[in-house]
Nanobody, 122 residues
Framework: QVQVVESGGGMVQSGGSLRLSCTASGPSFDEYAMGWFRQAPGREREFVAG????????YYGDSVKGRFTISRDSAKNTVFLHMNNLKSEDTAVYYCNTDGGPLWSEKGGIYWGRGTQVTVSS
């Protein structure tokens, strides 16, 4: 069983930055691909970013490319989402996700956190 817990959400002005963290429990975190999705009210869930087990390969949704960066610290069982130049349309609940496998898939996996709210004010 893998458990993931997000933190770091909050309110920020347009153009500002936030860093989200996701801590995962499990016997082999350093072998898990991890990723982030988001969902705004009335909208479908959207893929944001993913990272393979080795940290060398990353993936981004089109709406965040060039502004968001995903990284991982396997020694701390933690994945980060660095969000820069935030826009009002980035307002959403952000969810951490994994399927426990080594390679990221934009379909996501079965393990989800409860989410953390990010609100960007214009």
């Amino acid at each position: 069983q893998v458990q993931v817990v997000e933190s770091g959400g909050g309110m920020v002005q347009s153009g500002g930055s936030l860093r989200l963290s996701c801590t995962a429990s499990g016997p082999s975190f350093d072998e898990y691909a991890m990723g982030w999705f988001r969902q705004a009210p009335g909208r479908e869930r959207e893929f944001v970013a993913g990272i393979n087990w080795d940290g060398d390969t990353t993936y981004y949704g089109d709406s965040v490319k060039g502004r968001f960066t995903i990284s991982r610290d396997s020694a701390k069982n933690t994945v980060f989402l660095h969000m820069n130049n935030l826009k009002s349309e980035d307002t959403a609940v952000y969810y951490c996700n994994t399927d426990g496998g080594p390679l990221w898939s934009e379909k996501g996996g079965i393990y989800w956190g409860r989410g953390t709210q990010v609100t960007v004010s214009s």
